[in-house]
C-alpha cells in the first residue's frame, strides 16, 4: 500500500515538471518570435506577453487557494474577538416579591387585635420588643382580614397595611361590630428575595420581625366608579329576544334546570355551576350598549352585543341574594347567544373613576373601642 502511494505520488510530481517545461519551451519560442505590431488602439499585444499574464493569473490563483485556510482561521478568530468583545447586558435582578411579608403583617394585626395585657407573649413570634398592653385580652377580633397595599421602604424593610373587619366586645360580653379598621405595620424580611429578603440565594435562612406595634391609619379614599357602558335600558320582558337568552342562560347557569350549551355560541366553553347554589334565578333588569333599547329584531350573524343583568337569586335555603352578570352575546342564525361571562362590567372610554362624597361613619363605629395603648 505504501509502495502504490509512493508510485501514485512519483507519477504526480513527473506530470508537474512536464507542465513546467512545457510552460518554460512556449515562453522561449514566444521570446524568440517577432514583436506583434500594434493594433488600432495603439496597444502591443505578444504571445510572450499574453503568457506571462496567464503564469501570474494562476500563481495567484493557487496562493489564494492555498491561503484559504489560514484566512478562514484568521476570519473566526477576529468573529471569536468580536463575539467576546461584545458585553453581554447583565440580566436585570427579580424585584422582591411581598408575599412574605403581606402574610406576616396579616397574621401579627390579628394577634394584635386580640392579645391584651397579661398576653402580652402572643405577639413574640411577631414583636420582640418590650410591650405592655392596657386593654383586656379577647375584647377585639379580626373576624376576617386582607393585605390591601405594600410598599419596600428600603431594601427587606417593607410596610404593609392590613384592613380587618373588627368586632368588639363591651364589659357586658356583648359583641358590637366596629366595621373595617387600617393597620400599617413595619415589616423586615430576612432571605432571599423570593420570600421579601435581600439575598440572591434561594437557599438563605428566611425570618421576618415587625419594627413596632400596627399603626391604625385613614381608609383609603372612597370613588365613585366610571360612567359603564351600557346605556340602554331593556327592562325585562320576554319578548325581548336578546333579554330572553339572558334569562335561560342564567337560570340554566345559576340552577342547573336546564342545559347550558342551548344558550351559548359554539365552542364558548362556558359551565355551569356545580353543584348549583340557587333553586331560582328571576331577571329583573338588563342593560346593553345597542343604538336603541326599542330595537327588537336580531341583527345579522355575528353582531356582539355587552348586557349588565340584575337577578335576584333564590338560595337553597330560600333566602333571596341579588347579583350582576355582564354578559358578552353574539348573534347566529336569527338568535341570539351567550359568548361569555366577562371579567367585569365594560366602562366608556372616559369612565375614569372620581372622588365620592364624604358620608358620614356608620353609628356603631362612633361608639368604637379606643385601641389599646403600648408603652
Known sequence: MRARR?????????????????????????R??????????GWKTSTAHLNGIARVFRVGVW?????????GAMALLAASGQVQGVAT??????PASEVGPAGFAELFVSAYLQAGQGTEGDLAPYFSGSVALSVEPDTRTATQSTVIASREVQAGYWSITVAAD??????QGK????????????????????????SKSDTAVTGYTATSLPAQVAAPSALKPGALAYESDRGSSSTDPAVDAAKGFLTAYLTGTSELDRYTSPGAGLRAISPAPYTEAKVTGVQDDSTSASQQKVPADGTVLHQLVQVDATDQGGSPVSLNYALTLKSRAGRWEVASVDDAPALRASGTPSAAPHTAPAPDAAKA???PSAS
Do not use: I
Not at 32 to 41: I, K, V
Open 63 to 71: 496562493a489564494l487557494v492555498a491561503s484559504g485556510p489560514a484566512l
Open 369 to 371: 373601642t379606643p385601641s
Open 32 to 41: 524568440d518570435a517577432p514583436a506583434a505590431e500594434p493594433d488600432e488602439t
Open 89 to 94: 447586558p447583565a440580566s436585570a435582578p427579580s
Open 166 to 171: 373588627v368586632t368588639a366586645r363591651d364589659n
Open 175 to 198: 359583641a358590637q361590630h366596629l366595621g373595617v379598621q387600617y393597620f400599617r405595620v413595619g415589616v423586615q424580611a430576612a432571605g432571599p428575595t423570593s420570600a421579601g429578603g435581600t
Open 6 to 30: 509512493q508510485r501514485g505520488a512519483g507519477r504526480k510530481r513527473a506530470v508537474e515538471v512536464e507542465a513546467w517545461d512545457d510552460e518554460f519551451e512556449e515562453a522561449e519560442e514566444a
